[in-house]
T-cell receptor, first 113, second 115 residues
Framework: DAKTTQPTSMDCAEGRAANLPCNHS???????VYWYRQIHSQGPQYIIH???NNETNEMASLIITEDRKSSTLILPHATLRDTAVYYC??????????????FGAGTQVVVTP | DTEVTQTPKHLVMGMTNKKSLKCEQH?????MYWYKQKAKKPPELMFV???????INESVPSRFSPECPNSSLLNLHLHALQPEDSALYLC??????????????FGNGTRLTVT
């Protein structure tokens, strides 16, 4: 699976949009971009995923560049409860050795009042 | 609350003990996973079961023994662990099969301390 690069940490003001970047320059054509987050003392929580097109759900939006070498997760109106470690992962998504879901270091996001 | 239930939430065991971690899901998912997470580190994949068969073993020491008795249950049997095995053990499930890109649903983990 391709590796990802994320900033170590980010601060965001409550009520503002949080834009979390992720670089995945070695992504393969059949690999998806997944975003998960982990709030302290909880298991990781799925946020969103996409292959080529931009995606939006009730939690966030995912913007993938045309060359698919980078993406941005957008939390439209950050709240204090969005404080968490955010993981960007690229994976084929299979349950065999071809597509293991492996976590990188992630970005620690702190939302401040 | 999560749809993947892990028990117990906390476990303290000695190096000579045998214990088991349990994981249960009732979402009809056919893939189940064990991850290990050390403090301030990302989760690390240990095992993957697909349709109740072990499909991935990330070279995990034999003192960790997974078992998938049916499609809803996943166990992790522990024996002769070392203090460095102390960690948060996370279970996850996904639809699997042809829905290979479906997201993982995680439980909140078992906090294991080996003394």
């Amino acid at each position: 699976d391709a590796k990802t690069t994320q900033p170590t940490s980010m601060d965001c003001a409550e009520g503002r949009a949080a834009n979390l970047p992720c670089n995945h320059s070695t992504i393969s054509g059949n690999e998806y971009v997944y975003w998960y987050r982990q709030i302290h003392s909880q298991g990781p929580q799925y946020i969103i995923h996409g292959l080529k097109n931009n995606e939006t759900n009730e939690m966030a939006s995912l913007i993938i560049t045309e060359d698919r070498k980078s993406s941005t997760l957008i939390l439209p109106h950050a709240t204090l409860r969005d404080t968490a470690v955010y993981y960007c992962i690229v994976s084929r998504g299979a349950t065999d050795s071809w597509g293991k879901l492996q976590f990188g270091a992630g970005t620690q996001v702190v939302v401040t009042p | 609350d999560t749809e993947v239930t892990q028990t117990p939430k906390h476990l303290v065991m000695g190096m000579t003990n045998k214990k088991s971690l349990k994981c249960e899901q009732h979402m009809g998912h056919r893939a189940m996973y064990w991850y290990k997470q050390k403090a301030k580190k990302p989760p690390e994949l240990m095992f993957v079961y697909s349709y109740e068969k072990l499909s991935i073993n990330e070279s995990v020491p034999s003192r960790f023994s997974p078992e998938c008795p049916n499609s809803s249950l996943l166990n992790l049997h522990l024996h002769a662990l070392q203090p460095e095995d102390s960690a948060l053990y996370l279970c996850a499930s996904s639809q699997g099969g042809y829905s290979y890109n479906s997201p993982l649903h995680f439980g909140n983990g078992t906090r294991l301390t080996v003394t």
